[in-house]
């Protein structure tokens, strides 16, 4: 008998109907309820800590899910094919530098989530209720794909710098 996960149990439900820009702003508009009451018990270090454990694993799960739905090790043109996931209704500005089946480099110049979360008095966690979703996404889509990011809008920066590379076989 296997366990059942939230996300397994709405699999059956075409998620890609629902934009993830809202997606995301109905898991914060939960989410700030269990940081306040978990800060309220426990302190806010703990809050943070597990409101950005939760989120890393729900981004693993959802990574899984895709890779599962495509059949194959996904490569970097098939990350690319979903990007619009997350790009639809403008949620992201991006400007793309350098697409291969080994590298994906783009700037966010433009992010919706940051904006988002800011509005709904959020800001200071944006970065754990998205931005750290971004690299453990991978860990569950392709372990092999690496990201690296030496900046987000979310904490201030003028874009997201975001670089994805197949990890070279030793």
């Known amino acids: 008998m296997t366990e059942e996960t ?20 109905i898991e ?8 306040d009451v978990i800060t309220e018990r ?13 989120c890393s694993k ?3 799960e959802q990574g899984k899910m895709l890779a599962e739905d495509l059949g194959r090790a996904p490569d970097l043109t098939d990350f690319a094919a979903i990007q619009p996931n ?10 793309n530098i350098e697409m291969s089946e080994e590298k994906m480099d783009f700037n966010v110049v433009k992010c919706r989530y940051a904006e988002m979360y800011r509005d709904m008095g ?18 569950g889509y392709n372990p092999e794909i690496e990201m690296t990011r030496t900046q987000t809008i979310m904490k201030g920066a003028s874009h997201c710098d975001f670089r994805y590379r197949m990890k070279k076989e030793a």
């Open 58 to 60: 729900s981004a693993i």
């Open 28 to 35: 914060a508009m939960i989410l700030k309820h269990v940081l």
């Open 86 to 95: 997350w790009t639809r209704e403008d949620a992201l500005r991006i400007e």
């Open 122 to 139: 959020l800001g200071d966690i944006g970065h754990l209720l998205s931005c750290n979703r971004d690299g453990d996404f991978c860990i």
């Open 42 to 54: 426990s302190g806010r270090e703990e809050a943070e800590a597990v409101i950005g454990e939760t």
């Open 6 to 25: 939230p996300m397994a149990e709405a699999k059956g439900m075409d998620l890609n109907d629902i934009p993830i820009l809202l997606r995301r702003r």
